[in-house]
């Protein structure tokens, strides 16, 4: 009985075939099962998981220190390539970050029920993310201690920030981004830390948790002026998001280098940056919905609308590609051209091709509702999603500039361990952040899967009944 | 004894709390509640009940107005921050191009006026809800540790003196359980 209502309510949806919830779900059953990985001791897998990724942060506090003892000589970077390992990682964490607020904003404007399971764990990503991104820029300024200098202050150098460089933007758009995130993040957080402070068993837990929860009681004069703030937060992050990532390609676009000025950077960008994000969502989703309980929350609906999207925007990738080349090509600009020939045929053509077989080919195998509802397989393909995108950066950026306008400062990049280590250190720091939410936060969003459990057992019969499969 | 008790400490505010079995029984209390005259109601539920600022009485929210304020101080903040510091306070030649560049301004105008109304909206919100406030009278209550997460509590402020007997019996009926007096700790 309770299998039929579930199905025939959720069949209102013409198009919708597969359950958003799993079983007959209650308040009480929610706040048992969606809270049970926060009070249960970690396991072995946990622990190991979080020994591996704490190693990973030590390599990268390593890796930092080298870097600021002995300077950025300790990178591959030289003249021409000046920008290489560092900006590649900046520019494809910030991306990885866009996802979350994709799917907690932009979705929840448009009223897409299925962001709602999702949409903590993403944004805490978004905020990790965004955490590892702004570690490269401000190492690659060589002297971090003085990254203050960028922001307008009344200064005894009389000097003020030069407000019409791109970099500065950067700094503008990035510690926005990363401040309203946090904020539409521990918004959406109290009700879920009250909920955890009246759940929880012992003193430490309710004292700590009450802290963080502000004294939050539910009350209904609150949640008037909280449902506001919260939509106006989701409607200001969504032009945010897409300001953000426009800005990054405008440190690309606004330069003279041939393969950087192009107009399409803006958009292609931003779709790069969903792409990539919705792929490291799904990296962590698949395993973290296994390990912690949550399959009957975050169910197989869930991951094929988060493959269609990786499909829809692997396609606007796609797109970039071949317009970029196009223009190349139609443009009648011998650099433009050559820079594009060369990504194809010179010395970095490995990553060229990888690129393309990752982001390009992989996608399309999400055509077929097998791949797409396969757990395997769309955990491979989101892996290759992020290689691919991470290759993508390093093709623009590292190409751009290894063929300098005179072939006499022609020169090869090659990254040294520091390189390497910086960036594998921070997805190790990225792991250890997000290890430590998934263990003592709610990974979903329990107040609102709350409500959207009402929300679908109490939907009007649909006029047109569509036989639920 | 019992008289300087009375005279000693001040007495803090006193709420009737009632649980009642669903979103919706709580929201029709809440009709009922105030047609009784009990106006100083609140209700407590683990996410927004479906109609419950109406049976609240709650006129327009606050915090758009709020927003709107902080977007433009940012806006034209933002804006006048960048003309002041690189048109007047220290003009700098970049490549030819104009001290005052509106061009070159907008996408840290934008940012600000984001920034700005985000900073507006959390911090609005905080003061509007009176948060953070660790001790409320209704957390005296151990069973009230539901209402964040399944259950749908209600509570009638009552004036000074009052001893909710009333409020309580009108609750009872509404089909109200667990129903109790808790009263503000002046400790």
């Known amino acids: ?469 | 004894m019992e008289h300087a008790a009375e005279h000693a400490a001040p007495v803090g505010k006193t709420f009737v709390l009632g649980r009642f079995p669903s979103g919706e029984a709580l929201v029709d209390a809440c009709y009922k509640v105030r047609e009784k005259g009990f106006d100083a109601i609140d209700t407590h539920s683990p996410y927004p009940l479906h109609g419950g600022d109406e049976a609240l009485g709650l006129g327009r929210s606050r915090v758009p107005r709020i927003a709107l304020t902080g977007g433009l101080t940012g806006m034209f903040g933002g804006y006048l921050m960048m003309v002041y510091m690189n048109a007047f306070s220290w003009p700098l030649n970049v490549g030819g191009r104009p001290p005052h560049a509106p061009p070159s301004f907008i996408p840290i105008t934008f940012e600000t006026t984001v920034l700005l109304a985000s900073l507006s909206i959390f911090f609005g919100l905080l003061a509007l809800m009176r948060l953070p406030q660790p001790y409320h009278a209704v957390f005296e209550h151990e069973g009230f540790r539901s209402a964040v997460n399944d259950g749908f509590w209600l509570s009638v402020a009552l004036p000074p003196g009052a001893d909710g007997k009333d409020a309580s019996a009108l609750l009872q009926q509404l089909g109200a359980k667990e129903i109790s007096t808790v009263q503000e700790s002046m400790e």
């Open chain 1, 1 to 469: 009985m309770a299998a039929e209502h579930a199905a025939a309510a959720d069949a209102a949806d013409s198009l919708d075939t597969a359950p958003l919830m799993l079983g007959k779900q209650d308040n009480t059953t929610l706040t048992g099962n969606l809270l049970a990985h926060v009070w249960a001791r970690p396991d072995k897998g946990w622990l190991l998981s979080f020994l591996i990724a704490l190693s990973g942060s030590g390599a990268l506090a390593l890796a930092i220190t080298v870097t600021l003892v002995e300077g950025i000589g300790a990178w591959g970077n030289n003249i021409p390539v000046g920008w290489a390992f560092d900006i590649t990682n900046f520019v494809w964490w910030i991306g990885i970050g866009h996802a979350g607020t994709l799917i907690s904003a932009i979705l929840f404007l448009f009223q897409q029920r299925w962001r709602t399971a999702i949409n903590r764990f993403s944004e805490a990503m978004t905020i990790f993310a965004v955490m590892c991104a702004g570690l490269f820029p401000l190492l690659h300024t060589g002297r971090p201690w003085f990254a203050y200098f960028m922001f307008p202050y009344p200064s005894t150098l009389q000097m003020w920030p030069q407000f019409k460089s791109p970099l500065i933007w950067d700094v503008f758009a990035v510690s926005t981004y990363f401040t309203v995130s946090l904020l539409f993040w521990y918004l959406g957080l109290i009700p879920d830390l009250a909920s955890l402070r009246d759940a929880s068993k012992s003193t430490l837990q309710r004292k700590v948790y009450g802290i963080f929860a502000l004294g939050w009681r539910g009350s209904g004069r609150h949640w008037h002026n909280y449902k506001v703030g919260y939509l106006l937060l989701a409607g200001l992050s969504t032009p945010l998001v897409v300001s953000v990532h426009t800005i990054v390609s405008f440190d690309f676009a606004v330069s003279l280098i041939p393969g950087w000025h192009t107009t399409i950077f803006p958009p292609y960008f931003v779709a790069g940056a969903v792409f990539s994000g919705f792929a490291m969502v799904m990296s962590w989703m698949v395993p973290a919905r296994h390990f912690l309980g949550l399959k009957h929350v975050i169910t197989m609906r869930h991951l094929e609308n988060m493959n269609k999207i990786i499909l829809a925007t692997g396609m606007l990738v796609s797109y970039g590609y071949l317009m970029e080349h196009f223009i190349a090509w139609y443009s009648g600009n011998q650099f433009e051209w050559f820079v594009f020939f060369n990504r194809a045929t010179g010395p970095y053509r490995g990553v060229y091709y990888l690129m393309l077989f990752c982001n390009v080919l992989t996608p399309q195998i999400f055509w077929f509702k097998r791949a797409r509802t396969s757990i395997p397989i769309m955990f491979i393909a989101s892996i290759l999603v992020n290689v691919g995108m991470w290759c993508e950066r390093f093709v623009i950026i590292v190409t751009s500039l290894h063929r300098d306008f005179l072939p006499a400062s022609w020169d090869m990049y090659y990254p040294t361990w520091v390189d390497i280590t910086l960036f594998l250190g921070t997805i190790g720091f990225f792991s250890t952040l997000f290890l430590l939410f998934l263990k003592f936060i709610p990974a979903v969003a329990v107040s609102e899967v709350k409500e959207l459990n009402e929300e679908l057992q109490h939907r009007p019969a649909p006029v047109t009944v569509v036989t639920g499969a």
